[in-house]
């Protein structure tokens, strides 16, 4: 999953995707400069949000990464 994300990361053009966590929690990365990641021990994605938050994560619990379809609201 870290190539996957990787390759997402340093695409050219970059385009926003998002990544899908095993709880079922998507998290959108609109900029490169907004995830990083760890390879040891496990590895480790940090999702970084523009009001200077971050999430990080452990590689096995990233379920998806890529453009995802958006979500319905309950209103549809």
């Known amino acids: 999953m870290i190539d996957t994300i990787k390759s997402f990361k ?3 053009p970059f385009e926003p995707f998002d990544v899908e ?3 079922g ?3 959108r990365v609109e900029t490169p400069d907004h ?3 760890a390879e040891q021990p496990q590895g480790r994605v940090a999702i970084l949000n523009d009001d200077g938050t971050s999430l990080i994560v452990s590689i096995l ?3 998806n990464v890529g453009h995802l379809p958006p979500t ?3 209103q549809e």
Do not use: D, G
């Open 10 to 12: 340093y695409a050219r």
């Open 21 to 23: 966590l095993s709880s």
């Open 25 to 27: 929690r998507v998290l």
């Open 35 to 37: 995830i990083a990641f």
């Open 61 to 63: 619990h990233v379920v």
């Open 72 to 74: 319905k609201s309950p």
